[in-house]
């Protein structure tokens, strides 16, 4: 049995109590309405982590199974909290995205992601280590590049900054902009960078969810898109001329 220190039990049972503090906020706030994906998201990732501890501890062969299928339930979640993002970002006055729509960006993205991941060369001599880090890469390349198209479009239509949508995404754009770069370097040393790629990984979402409490506790939500006084004026006049 692979034995573990008393700091990284520590961070290993404590890591996930921000991701539990912020589903609280959002619970309490309401704000889980607006994105109940995120708040399964949330609660999936900390019962995923402390079930992974479990399974260290009293089944350590089975281990690396019960971490890595944490990891694939995270990022299936994760994608449909960024299409949460973009449906409350891009509303039906601006540009509305469909199911259909952002699983054909995903598509093409996953195909440019895959190429670039496969001219990257790795150093782990076994091939099921090789696939893993190749379907890391591959996965945060896709979801960096949505992030880009988020802020592009988002420059285009107005972003509003404050926005619990937008501290949603920062987070997790800073967590995959770190760990395309983590796991680049980790492919590139092969075990030798195991060390530092399980501390920037662990760091770097802890970064992510400092993020999420903020923005959770602020408590701000799209503001709601009115008409301009002069609009309502024009559609006010026939009505009380009729009213008359």
Not at 62 to 81: C, E, K, M, P, R
Not at 206 to 219: N, S
Request: aromatic residues 16%; positive net charge; contains cysteine.
């Amino acid at each position: 049995m692979q034995t573990i220190t008393a700091t990284q039990y520590a961070i290993w049972v404590l890591s996930p109590l921000p991701l539990l503090l912020t589903a609280y906020i959002m619970r309490r706030t309401q704000q889980s309405r607006s994105f109940p994906a995120f708040l399964v998201y949330l609660v999936s990732v900390a019962f995923f982590s402390y079930f992974s501890l479990a399974v260290h501890q009293l089944f350590p062969s089975f281990h690396f199974y019960s971490y890595w299928t944490g990891q694939v339930v995270s990022i299936a979640l994760s994608f449909l909290v960024l299409y949460e993002v973009f449906r409350n970002v891009l509303t039906a006055g601006t540009l509305p995205v469909s199911k259909a729509n952002f699983a054909l960006i995903n598509a093409v993205l996953l195909l440019m992601a895959a190429v670039v991941a496969l001219k990257m060369q790795g150093a782990d001599t076994e091939k099921w280590l090789y696939a893993i880090f190749l379907f890391s890469r591959t996965v945060r390349i896709v979801q960096v590049g949505l992030m880009l198209i988020l802020v592009v479009l988002s420059i285009s239509f107005g972003f509003y900054w404050s926005s619990q949508a937008f501290g949603i995404a920062l987070g997790f754009g800073f967590y995959a902009s770190t760990e395309l770069v983590n796991n680049t370097v980790r492919a590139l040393l092969g075990p030798n960078g195991n060390r530092i790629w399980s501390w920037v990984s662990v760091l770097s979402y802890q970064c992510a969810a400092v993020i999420w409490i903020v923005y959770a506790a602020k408590g701000r939500k799209l503001p709601v898109m009115e008409l301009p006084e002069n609009k309502v004026s024009l559609w006010s006049e026939p009505i009380e001329r009729l009213s008359k």
